[in-house]
């Protein structure tokens, strides 16, 4: 019966595997956080998705929707209580941890809003960063993470350290971290929130060249001519998609 039951599960999973196009998938995706005396909280309610390749989304909504908690499972950080997620043809939602920093390493480039790199690490280093995670000899990672500096027009600052460039600047290390690996998806989280406006519209200027050559971008923000950027927008209401559309960006 025990190997029925495991036949049976995989049959499942294997019939709910995404087509080839879709880079993200989540199948009735729950987040439940226990708080103590019976109380529950359900950060995500059953929330469907698809994602394919080269698209550009952002994701929005108030304080306390799920927006985060969403964008935490999405990149790996976190796994459901419930529910199905995969990410570029890997059922993620079952693996344990040690499997979710390996796929996390791989498939997704981070952008945070506080950019998150070494203060004593040149540029360079900083990028090489998930290439020396997966045992990247040396000389591959250097070629690697100039390339990289190279795409964000910063290799000429590529021996600098973060507090010897501009917010802008290190935005775009950031970037080029993100980059590095060849990832699935950008996952960028507010890159905008610690920059002042020119150097904001800059960097999405940035994000619009990577979706152009052919980068599938997931923009998570709370600004909404941040999320005039994307292509599609979908709105996070108390713990479920209220709204999924199309941008007159599309292409």
């Known amino acids: ?19 080839t196009s879709t880079v993200i998938k989540v ?18 309610r059953g929330v469907n998705l698809e994602i394919r390749r080269n698209e550009y989304v952002a994701i929005m909504g108030p304080s306390g929707s799920g927006k985060s908690t969403l964008m935490n499972l999405i990149g790996c950080l976190d796994s459901p209580t419930k529910g199905q997620y995969w990410l570029n043809g890997h059922l993620v ?39 020396i995670y997966n045992g990247t000899p040396s000389e591959e990672r250097i070629r690697r993470a100039k390339e990289a500096l190279r795409k964000v027009d910063l290799e000429p600052r590529m021996m600098h350290k973060p507090n010897e460039l501009s917010g802008g600047q290190r935005q775009r290390v950031a970037i080029a971290r993100a980059l590095v690996n ?60 209220a709204d999924d559309r199309l941008t007159g960006r599309r292409a």
């Not at 039951?5 to 595997?17: G, I, L, N, Q």
């Not at 004593?120 to 960063?129: C, D, P, Y």
């Open 27 to 44: 199948d009735d995706l729950w987040k439940t956080y226990d708080m103590g005396s019976e109380q529950q909280v359900h950060a995500l």
């Open 182 to 241: 060849s990832p699935s998806i950008i996952l960028a989280d507010e890159p905008t929130g610690n920059l002042d406006s020119q150097t904001g519209n800059e960097i999405m200027a940035l994000m619009d060249d990577l979706h152009a050559q052919g980068n599938t971008i997931v923009l998570v923000t709370h600004e909404h001519d941040i999320s005039e950027y994307a292509h599609r927008v979908i709105y996070i209401r108390d713990g479920i998609i």
């Open 93 to 131: 939602s079952e693996l344990d941890d040690d499997e979710l920093a390996r796929i996390r390493n791989k498939e997704i480039g981070f952008v945070f809003q506080t950019f998150n790199l070494l203060a004593r690490a040149t540029a360079l280093h900083n990028v090489e960063l998930p290439l």
């Open 1 to 19: 019966m025990a190997i029925e039951m495991a036949e049976m599960t995989t049959m499942d999973a294997v019939s709910t595997r995404p087509a």
